[in-house]
Protein backbone atom coordinates (compact mmCIF):
# COMPACT_ATOMS: atom_id res chain seq x y z
CA UNK A 1 0.00 0.00 0.00
CA UNK A 2 1.36 3.25 -0.93
CA UNK A 3 0.80 6.16 2.00
CA UNK A 4 1.32 9.77 0.77
CA UNK A 5 0.23 13.13 1.72
CA UNK A 6 -1.35 15.95 -0.45
CA UNK A 7 -2.47 19.15 0.10
CA UNK A 8 -5.89 20.46 -0.32
CA UNK A 9 -6.48 23.06 -3.22
CA UNK A 10 -2.96 23.07 -3.89
CA UNK A 11 -2.62 22.35 -7.98
CA UNK A 12 -0.84 19.40 -9.17
CA UNK A 13 0.42 18.48 -12.37
CA UNK A 14 -0.55 15.23 -14.03
CA UNK A 15 3.15 14.43 -13.96
CA UNK A 16 3.20 15.64 -10.30
CA UNK A 17 0.74 13.09 -8.95
CA UNK A 18 2.78 10.54 -11.21
CA UNK A 19 5.21 10.55 -9.02
CA UNK A 20 3.03 10.89 -6.06
CA UNK A 21 1.29 7.85 -6.81
CA UNK A 22 4.03 5.87 -7.63
CA UNK A 23 2.18 5.00 -11.24
CA UNK A 24 2.92 5.53 -14.60
CA UNK A 25 0.60 7.74 -16.89
CA UNK A 26 -1.85 5.37 -17.84
CA UNK A 27 -3.02 4.04 -14.13
CA UNK A 28 -2.65 7.75 -12.71
CA UNK A 29 -5.64 8.68 -15.67
CA UNK A 30 -8.31 6.29 -14.27
CA UNK A 31 -6.90 7.13 -10.55
CA UNK A 32 -7.96 10.87 -12.19
CA UNK A 33 -11.20 9.49 -13.13
CA UNK A 34 -12.00 8.19 -10.00
CA UNK A 35 -11.78 10.98 -7.81
CA UNK A 36 -12.80 13.28 -10.26
CA UNK A 37 -15.97 11.27 -10.53
CA UNK A 38 -16.91 11.38 -6.58
CA UNK A 39 -15.83 15.08 -6.37
CA UNK A 40 -12.86 15.13 -4.32
CA UNK A 41 -10.99 16.43 -7.43
CA UNK A 42 -10.99 18.96 -9.85
CA UNK A 43 -9.07 20.13 -13.33
CA UNK A 44 -8.64 23.65 -13.93
CA UNK A 45 -6.81 24.90 -16.65
CA UNK A 46 -2.99 24.84 -16.23
CA UNK A 47 -1.81 28.60 -16.27
CA UNK A 48 0.72 30.75 -13.71
CA UNK A 49 -2.40 32.80 -12.50
CA UNK A 50 -4.09 29.30 -11.22
CA UNK A 51 -0.33 27.89 -10.08
CA UNK A 52 -0.62 31.12 -7.48
CA UNK A 53 -4.17 30.31 -6.45
CA UNK A 54 -5.03 29.21 -3.09
CA UNK A 55 -8.42 28.77 -3.09
CA UNK A 56 -10.76 27.22 -6.37
CA UNK A 57 -13.80 29.13 -7.76
CA UNK A 58 -17.05 27.33 -9.68
CA UNK A 59 -15.95 28.92 -12.56
CA UNK A 60 -12.51 28.03 -13.32
CA UNK A 61 -13.31 24.19 -12.98
CA UNK A 62 -13.19 21.91 -15.93
CA UNK A 63 -15.01 19.03 -17.16
CA UNK A 64 -13.43 17.79 -19.96
CA UNK A 65 -12.34 14.22 -20.01
CA UNK A 66 -8.40 13.21 -19.01
CA UNK A 67 -5.64 12.04 -21.06
CA UNK A 68 -2.50 10.27 -20.56
CA UNK A 69 0.32 13.18 -20.97
CA UNK A 70 -1.65 15.91 -21.27
CA UNK A 71 -0.17 18.96 -19.36
CA UNK A 72 -3.15 21.46 -20.20
CA UNK A 73 -4.86 20.92 -16.70
CA UNK A 74 -3.94 20.99 -13.18
CA UNK A 75 -5.65 19.23 -10.84
CA UNK A 76 -6.98 20.41 -7.36
CA UNK A 77 -8.27 18.42 -4.25
CA UNK A 78 -11.03 19.80 -2.56
CA UNK A 79 -11.37 17.35 0.00
CA UNK A 80 -10.22 17.01 3.80
CA UNK A 81 -9.43 13.80 4.89
CA UNK A 82 -8.07 9.83 3.85
CA UNK A 83 -8.90 8.69 0.61
CA UNK A 84 -8.25 4.93 -0.28
CA UNK A 85 -8.01 4.36 -3.59
CA UNK A 86 -6.46 1.83 -6.06
CA UNK A 87 -4.15 0.33 -3.20
CA UNK A 88 -3.03 4.24 -2.37
CA UNK A 89 -3.67 6.24 0.85
CA UNK A 90 -4.01 9.67 -0.06
CA UNK A 91 -4.16 11.65 3.12
CA UNK A 92 -5.12 15.05 2.19
CA UNK A 93 -4.43 18.17 4.52
CA UNK A 94 -6.10 21.38 5.17
CA UNK A 95 -4.37 24.13 3.03
CA UNK A 96 -3.24 26.42 5.49
CA UNK A 97 -0.59 24.38 6.09
CA UNK A 98 1.38 25.76 3.59
CA UNK A 99 5.00 24.52 5.27
CA UNK A 100 4.17 20.93 6.36
CA UNK A 101 5.71 17.61 4.02
CA UNK A 102 5.10 15.19 6.35
CA UNK A 103 1.87 16.88 8.81
CA UNK A 104 0.95 13.32 10.85
CA UNK A 105 0.52 15.19 13.76
CA UNK A 106 -1.54 18.15 12.31
CA UNK A 107 -4.05 15.73 10.19
CA UNK A 108 -4.43 13.24 12.82
CA UNK A 109 -5.73 16.37 15.30
CA UNK A 110 -8.13 17.23 12.27
CA UNK A 111 -9.29 13.75 12.04
CA UNK A 112 -10.04 13.82 15.74
CA UNK A 113 -11.95 16.91 14.90
CA UNK A 114 -13.91 15.56 11.87
CA UNK A 115 -14.99 12.72 13.95
CA UNK A 116 -16.55 15.06 16.91
CA UNK A 117 -18.19 17.61 14.11
CA UNK A 118 -20.04 14.24 12.88
CA UNK A 119 -20.60 12.53 15.93
CA UNK A 120 -24.27 13.53 15.95
CA UNK A 121 -24.68 11.14 12.94
CA UNK A 122 -25.90 7.85 14.05
CA UNK A 123 -25.24 5.87 10.83
CA UNK A 124 -22.09 4.32 9.08
CA UNK A 125 -21.78 5.48 6.05
CA UNK A 126 -21.17 2.38 3.92
CA UNK A 127 -21.37 4.34 0.87
CA UNK A 128 -20.16 6.68 -0.83
CA UNK A 129 -22.67 8.81 -3.09
CA UNK A 130 -21.57 10.64 -6.08
CA UNK A 131 -23.70 12.41 -9.34
CA UNK A 132 -23.08 9.34 -11.43
CA UNK A 133 -22.70 6.04 -9.09
CA UNK A 134 -21.90 5.16 -5.93
CA UNK A 135 -19.88 2.74 -4.06
CA UNK A 136 -19.08 0.66 -1.16
CA UNK A 137 -16.94 2.79 1.59
CA UNK A 138 -14.82 0.36 2.90
CA UNK A 139 -12.56 2.43 5.14
CA UNK A 140 -15.77 3.70 6.97
CA UNK A 141 -16.83 0.35 7.78
CA UNK A 142 -13.51 -0.89 8.73
CA UNK A 143 -13.15 2.08 10.82
CA UNK A 144 -16.52 1.66 12.46
CA UNK A 145 -15.85 -2.03 13.72
CA UNK A 146 -12.69 -1.40 14.93
CA UNK A 147 -14.15 1.68 17.19
CA UNK A 148 -17.11 -0.61 18.80
CA UNK A 149 -14.32 -2.88 18.73
CA UNK A 150 -12.74 -0.81 21.64
CA UNK A 151 -16.22 0.29 23.30
CA UNK A 152 -18.32 -3.01 23.34
CA UNK A 153 -15.28 -5.51 23.16
CA UNK A 154 -16.02 -8.30 20.56
CA UNK A 155 -19.09 -9.98 19.52
CA UNK A 156 -20.53 -12.51 22.38
CA UNK A 157 -23.51 -14.48 22.73
CA UNK A 158 -24.46 -15.43 26.24
CA UNK A 159 -27.15 -18.25 27.81
CA UNK A 160 -28.49 -18.59 31.42
CA UNK A 161 -27.43 -21.62 33.23
CA UNK A 162 -28.80 -22.49 36.81
CA UNK A 163 -26.47 -24.57 39.36
CA UNK A 164 -26.81 -25.47 42.60
CA UNK A 165 -25.07 -23.03 45.06
CA UNK A 166 -23.44 -21.47 42.69
CA UNK A 167 -22.12 -17.72 42.79
CA UNK A 168 -24.73 -16.28 40.33
CA UNK A 169 -28.04 -14.60 41.59
CA UNK A 170 -30.03 -16.43 44.06
CA UNK A 171 -33.15 -17.43 42.21
CA UNK A 172 -35.93 -17.35 45.12
CA UNK A 173 -38.63 -18.94 43.78
CA UNK A 174 -37.18 -22.06 42.29
CA UNK A 175 -35.22 -22.44 45.53
CA UNK A 176 -38.40 -22.56 47.47
CA UNK A 177 -40.19 -24.59 45.08
CA UNK A 178 -37.80 -27.16 44.10
CA UNK A 179 -35.49 -27.58 47.05
CA UNK A 180 -35.56 -29.47 50.20
CA UNK A 181 -36.41 -26.98 53.64
CA UNK A 182 -35.46 -27.48 57.39
CA UNK A 183 -37.68 -25.13 59.85
CA UNK A 184 -36.26 -24.60 63.39
CA UNK A 185 -38.34 -22.00 65.56
CA UNK A 186 -40.19 -21.98 62.32
CA UNK A 187 -38.13 -20.78 60.32
CA UNK A 188 -37.03 -22.13 57.07
CA UNK A 189 -33.38 -22.82 55.92
CA UNK A 190 -32.42 -24.04 52.59
CA UNK A 191 -29.52 -26.43 52.19
CA UNK A 192 -29.35 -26.04 48.96
CA UNK A 193 -29.68 -22.88 46.70
CA UNK A 194 -30.69 -22.41 43.26
CA UNK A 195 -28.61 -19.75 41.29
CA UNK A 196 -28.67 -17.97 37.80
CA UNK A 197 -25.13 -17.55 35.88
CA UNK A 198 -24.41 -16.17 32.57
CA UNK A 199 -21.95 -17.77 30.22
CA UNK A 200 -20.25 -17.02 26.86
CA UNK A 201 -20.06 -20.08 23.92
CA UNK A 202 -16.13 -18.73 23.20
CA UNK A 203 -16.71 -20.80 20.06
CA UNK A 204 -19.82 -19.42 19.24
CA UNK A 205 -19.87 -18.55 15.17
CA UNK A 206 -20.32 -15.35 14.89
CA UNK A 207 -17.37 -14.30 18.16
CA UNK A 208 -14.84 -16.05 15.89
CA UNK A 209 -16.36 -14.49 12.42
CA UNK A 210 -16.50 -10.97 14.23
CA UNK A 211 -12.51 -11.77 15.62
CA UNK A 212 -11.36 -12.45 11.68
CA UNK A 213 -12.49 -9.39 10.63
CA UNK A 214 -11.49 -7.09 13.11
CA UNK A 215 -7.80 -8.75 12.86
CA UNK A 216 -7.98 -8.70 8.87
CA UNK A 217 -9.51 -5.02 9.35
CA UNK A 218 -6.49 -3.99 11.73
CA UNK A 219 -3.95 -5.42 9.03
CA UNK A 220 -5.53 -3.65 6.04
CA UNK A 221 -5.49 -0.35 8.09
CA UNK A 222 -1.55 -1.12 9.06
CA UNK A 223 -0.75 -1.67 4.87
CA UNK A 224 -2.32 1.67 4.88
CA UNK A 225 -0.75 3.50 7.52
CA UNK A 226 -3.66 4.33 9.01
CA UNK A 227 -3.48 3.21 11.97
CA UNK A 228 -1.25 6.08 13.54
CA UNK A 229 -3.00 8.74 11.95
CA UNK A 230 -6.69 7.50 13.46
CA UNK A 231 -4.70 6.48 16.70
CA UNK A 232 -5.71 3.26 17.12
CA UNK A 233 -3.84 0.24 18.34
CA UNK A 234 -3.17 -2.87 16.43
CA UNK A 235 -5.76 -5.76 16.74
CA UNK A 236 -4.67 -9.38 16.59
CA UNK A 237 -7.57 -12.06 17.87
CA UNK A 238 -7.15 -15.14 15.83
CA UNK A 239 -5.25 -16.80 12.82
CA UNK A 240 -8.24 -18.01 11.65
CA UNK A 241 -8.69 -16.86 7.78
CA UNK A 242 -12.45 -15.75 6.36
CA UNK A 243 -12.63 -18.40 3.84
CA UNK A 244 -12.81 -21.03 7.52
CA UNK A 245 -16.18 -19.83 7.91
CA UNK A 246 -17.54 -21.29 4.52
CA UNK A 247 -18.55 -19.77 1.54
CA UNK A 248 -19.47 -16.12 0.92
CA UNK A 249 -23.41 -17.32 0.34
CA UNK A 250 -23.27 -19.51 3.66
CA UNK A 251 -21.69 -16.78 6.11
CA UNK A 252 -24.13 -14.68 4.71
CA UNK A 253 -26.90 -17.29 5.59
CA UNK A 254 -26.00 -16.82 8.78
CA UNK A 255 -25.67 -14.03 9.54
CA UNK A 256 -29.15 -13.56 8.53
CA UNK A 257 -30.65 -16.24 10.63
CA UNK A 258 -28.54 -14.48 13.44
CA UNK A 259 -30.59 -11.17 12.53
CA UNK A 260 -33.50 -12.91 12.52
CA UNK A 261 -33.26 -13.62 16.52
CA UNK A 262 -31.18 -10.95 18.00
CA UNK A 263 -32.73 -7.78 19.31
CA UNK A 264 -30.06 -6.10 20.84
CA UNK A 265 -29.31 -2.82 19.16
CA UNK A 266 -25.74 -2.96 19.17
CA UNK A 267 -25.96 -6.57 17.86
CA UNK A 268 -27.82 -5.82 15.05
CA UNK A 269 -25.64 -3.22 13.80
CA UNK A 270 -22.24 -5.24 13.96
CA UNK A 271 -24.40 -8.10 12.36
CA UNK A 272 -25.10 -5.44 9.29
CA UNK A 273 -21.99 -4.49 8.92
CA UNK A 274 -20.38 -8.00 8.76
CA UNK A 275 -22.91 -8.27 6.53
CA UNK A 276 -22.03 -5.50 4.43
CA UNK A 277 -18.66 -5.95 4.52
CA UNK A 278 -18.51 -9.68 3.22
CA UNK A 279 -21.22 -9.12 0.71
CA UNK A 280 -19.13 -6.35 -1.10
CA UNK A 281 -15.93 -8.27 -0.80
CA UNK A 282 -13.45 -5.29 -1.39
CA UNK A 283 -10.25 -4.53 -0.52
CA UNK A 284 -7.93 -1.47 0.10
CA UNK A 285 -6.49 -2.06 -3.01
CA UNK A 286 -9.22 -2.95 -5.48
CA UNK A 287 -9.78 0.47 -7.91
CA UNK A 288 -13.62 0.05 -8.23
CA UNK A 289 -13.57 0.26 -4.24
CA UNK A 290 -13.05 4.05 -3.72
CA UNK A 291 -13.27 5.03 0.15
CA UNK A 292 -13.17 8.37 1.80
CA UNK A 293 -13.10 9.47 5.68
CA UNK A 294 -13.27 13.43 5.71
CA UNK A 295 -15.27 16.09 3.70
CA UNK A 296 -15.22 18.06 0.60
CA UNK A 297 -16.37 21.05 2.61
CA UNK A 298 -13.91 21.94 5.92
CA UNK A 299 -14.74 25.51 5.79
CA UNK A 300 -18.49 24.97 7.15
CA UNK A 301 -16.45 22.37 10.10
CA UNK A 302 -13.77 25.73 10.42
CA UNK A 303 -17.46 27.53 10.84
CA UNK A 304 -18.33 24.98 13.72
CA UNK A 305 -15.26 24.70 15.51
CA UNK A 306 -15.28 28.86 15.99
CA UNK A 307 -18.60 29.07 16.57
CA UNK A 308 -17.81 26.51 19.90
CA UNK A 309 -14.98 27.93 21.29
CA UNK A 310 -15.58 31.74 21.44
CA UNK A 311 -19.25 30.85 23.00
CA UNK A 312 -21.50 31.91 19.99
CA UNK A 313 -25.23 33.54 21.51
CA UNK A 314 -26.99 33.60 18.14
CA UNK A 315 -29.49 30.96 19.25
CA UNK A 316 -29.72 31.97 22.72
CA UNK A 317 -32.34 33.80 24.21
CA UNK A 318 -32.23 37.00 24.76
CA UNK A 319 -33.52 36.68 28.65
CA UNK A 320 -30.62 33.93 29.53
CA UNK A 321 -27.53 36.31 27.75
CA UNK A 322 -25.33 38.07 30.20
CA UNK A 323 -25.80 41.81 28.96
CA UNK A 324 -24.11 45.07 30.67
CA UNK A 325 -27.87 46.37 31.55
CA UNK A 326 -30.79 44.60 32.38
CA UNK A 327 -32.80 43.32 29.18
CA UNK A 328 -35.27 46.29 28.45
CA UNK A 329 -39.08 45.56 28.49
CA UNK A 330 -39.29 46.47 24.83
CA UNK A 331 -37.48 43.06 24.06
CA UNK A 332 -38.80 39.75 24.53
CA UNK A 333 -37.09 37.33 26.89
CA UNK A 334 -37.65 34.16 24.81
CA UNK A 335 -37.02 35.96 21.48
CA UNK A 336 -33.41 34.33 20.22
CA UNK A 337 -30.65 37.10 19.51
CA UNK A 338 -30.19 36.06 15.90
CA UNK A 339 -33.88 36.92 15.59
CA UNK A 340 -33.54 40.50 16.33
CA UNK A 341 -32.28 40.96 13.06
CA UNK A 342 -34.89 42.58 10.43
CA UNK A 343 -36.04 40.73 7.75
CA UNK A 344 -36.93 42.75 4.22
CA UNK A 345 -40.61 43.92 3.83
CA UNK A 346 -42.06 43.63 -0.01
CA UNK A 347 -44.92 45.95 -0.03
CA UNK A 348 -46.38 44.32 -3.06
CA UNK A 349 -47.48 41.46 -0.72
CA UNK A 350 -47.15 43.11 2.83
CA UNK A 351 -45.60 40.32 4.05
CA UNK A 352 -41.46 40.18 4.55
CA UNK A 353 -39.62 37.50 3.11
CA UNK A 354 -37.98 34.56 5.32
CA UNK A 355 -34.21 35.33 4.38
CA UNK A 356 -32.05 37.99 5.48
CA UNK A 357 -28.83 38.30 7.07
CA UNK A 358 -27.14 35.72 9.06
CA UNK A 359 -23.86 35.80 10.83
CA UNK A 360 -21.21 33.85 11.95
CA UNK A 361 -21.28 33.80 15.70
CA UNK A 362 -21.55 36.46 17.95
CA UNK A 363 -19.89 36.64 21.27
CA UNK A 364 -21.00 38.99 24.20
CA UNK A 365 -17.86 39.78 26.72
CA UNK A 366 -18.95 41.93 29.44
CA UNK A 367 -19.39 45.42 27.91
CA UNK A 368 -18.00 44.08 24.48
CA UNK A 369 -20.57 42.99 21.82
CA UNK A 370 -18.30 40.97 18.96
CA UNK A 371 -19.39 40.38 15.20
CA UNK A 372 -17.29 37.24 14.30
CA UNK A 373 -17.02 36.07 10.92
CA UNK A 374 -15.41 32.38 10.49
CA UNK A 375 -13.39 32.40 7.34
CA UNK A 376 -11.69 29.67 6.19
CA UNK A 377 -9.06 31.60 3.52
CA UNK A 378 -5.38 31.25 2.89
CA UNK A 379 -5.91 35.19 2.96
CA UNK A 380 -2.27 36.56 1.69
CA UNK A 381 -2.10 40.26 3.13
CA UNK A 382 1.63 41.62 3.41
CA UNK A 383 2.76 45.03 3.70
CA UNK A 384 2.93 46.64 0.18
CA UNK A 385 1.40 44.01 -1.80
CA UNK A 386 -2.30 43.96 -3.24
CA UNK A 387 -3.91 41.55 -0.79
CA UNK A 388 -4.28 38.02 -2.55
CA UNK A 389 -7.08 35.40 -1.76
CA UNK A 390 -8.63 37.39 1.02
CA UNK A 391 -12.41 37.68 1.37
CA UNK A 392 -14.64 39.21 -0.86
CA UNK A 393 -16.32 42.67 -0.79
CA UNK A 394 -19.59 41.02 -0.33
CA UNK A 395 -17.79 39.65 3.38
CA UNK A 396 -16.60 43.00 4.09
CA UNK A 397 -19.85 44.73 3.38
CA UNK A 398 -22.19 42.12 5.22
CA UNK A 399 -19.68 42.60 8.13
CA UNK A 400 -20.80 46.25 8.52
CA UNK A 401 -23.92 45.30 7.90
CA UNK A 402 -24.25 43.09 10.62
CA UNK A 403 -23.89 45.82 13.06
CA UNK A 404 -26.17 48.41 11.58
CA UNK A 405 -28.63 45.41 12.16
CA UNK A 406 -27.61 45.12 16.07
CA UNK A 407 -27.32 48.66 16.39
CA UNK A 408 -30.38 49.76 18.12
CA UNK A 409 -29.99 46.68 20.95
CA UNK A 410 -26.29 47.49 21.57
CA UNK A 411 -27.18 50.76 22.22
CA UNK A 412 -30.12 49.89 24.34
CA UNK A 413 -28.04 47.63 26.70
CA UNK A 414 -25.41 49.78 27.39
CA UNK A 415 -22.54 48.13 25.63
CA UNK A 416 -18.80 50.51 25.70
CA UNK A 417 -17.76 48.74 22.54
CA UNK A 418 -18.27 46.71 19.23
CA UNK A 419 -15.94 44.66 17.19
CA UNK A 420 -15.65 42.94 13.71
CA UNK A 421 -13.45 40.46 13.43
CA UNK A 422 -12.26 38.00 10.91
CA UNK A 423 -10.74 34.76 12.04
CA UNK A 424 -8.90 33.03 9.48
CA UNK A 425 -6.73 29.62 10.22
CA UNK A 426 -2.82 29.67 10.37
CA UNK A 427 -0.16 27.15 10.85
CA UNK A 428 1.97 29.74 12.77
CA UNK A 429 2.05 28.87 17.08
CA UNK A 430 0.90 32.52 18.06
CA UNK A 431 -1.98 34.46 17.04
CA UNK A 432 -0.99 36.85 14.02
CA UNK A 433 -2.56 40.21 14.10
CA UNK A 434 -3.47 41.18 10.31
CA UNK A 435 -4.95 44.93 10.60
CA UNK A 436 -8.51 45.73 9.19
CA UNK A 437 -10.13 45.24 6.41
CA UNK A 438 -11.91 48.85 6.17
CA UNK A 439 -14.24 51.10 3.48
CA UNK A 440 -14.42 54.66 4.45
CA UNK A 441 -17.61 55.03 3.47
CA UNK A 442 -19.19 52.71 6.04
CA UNK A 443 -16.65 53.65 8.67
CA UNK A 444 -17.93 57.38 8.35
CA UNK A 445 -21.23 56.01 9.81
CA UNK A 446 -19.79 55.28 12.99
CA UNK A 447 -19.77 50.77 11.99
CA UNK A 448 -16.57 49.40 13.39
CA UNK A 449 -13.78 48.32 10.42
CA UNK A 450 -13.36 44.62 10.73
CA UNK A 451 -10.47 43.14 12.16
CA UNK A 452 -8.16 39.96 10.65
CA UNK A 453 -6.98 37.41 13.00
CA UNK A 454 -5.29 34.24 12.47
CA UNK A 455 -5.38 31.98 14.99
CA UNK A 456 -3.03 28.68 15.50
CA UNK A 457 -5.48 26.16 13.95
CA UNK A 458 -3.65 23.68 16.51
CA UNK A 459 -4.75 25.98 19.78
CA UNK A 460 -8.49 25.90 18.26
CA UNK A 461 -8.95 22.63 17.94
CA UNK A 462 -7.58 21.49 21.10
CA UNK A 463 -9.99 24.21 22.51
CA UNK A 464 -12.81 22.37 20.55
CA UNK A 465 -11.91 18.75 21.17
CA UNK A 466 -11.67 19.34 25.27
CA UNK A 467 -15.25 21.66 24.95
CA UNK A 468 -13.23 24.56 26.58
CA UNK A 469 -13.60 28.18 25.29
CA UNK A 470 -10.93 30.25 24.27
CA UNK A 471 -10.18 33.79 26.01
CA UNK A 472 -11.29 36.70 23.72
CA UNK A 473 -9.24 38.84 25.31
CA UNK A 474 -6.20 36.85 23.95
CA UNK A 475 -7.26 38.57 20.55
CA UNK A 476 -6.84 41.59 21.72
CA UNK A 477 -9.52 43.45 19.79
Given amino acids: MISKFLREQKRYTQKELCEKLECFEEKVVLIIRKLKEYGVLK ?13 LVDEDIEVADVEEGENEFLYVFTFVGVIVVAGRALKCYPKYLLNASDPKDELCQVLKVLEKYNSKEQIIRMFNDSSESSSFNLLAVLLFLIQDYYENGVYNNTEEIIENNGSGEILWDKTINETFTLLSNNRPYYIDLQTKKRIT ?76 YIDHSGNLYDMDCLSMFGTNSFNL ?27 KPEYNRGVKLIDLIEKPMWTATGKTANDTLIPDLISISGEQFIIFDAKYYNARLDQGQSPKAQPGIESVTKQYLYQLAYQKFIDAHGFKSVENCFLMPTEEKNIVHKGEASMKMLSDLGLQDIKVRFLPADMVYEHYLSGRKMDISILEL
Fill in 43 to 55: AVKASDPQRDMSD
Fill in 201 to 276: NDFDYFQRLHECILTKASKEMKEADLLDLFEITEIDLTDEELDEFGEKEYILYRIEKELSTQFNTRKQLVLKTIYA
Fill in 301 to 327: VWEKVCSEIMDNQLEKQLGTISLPIPL
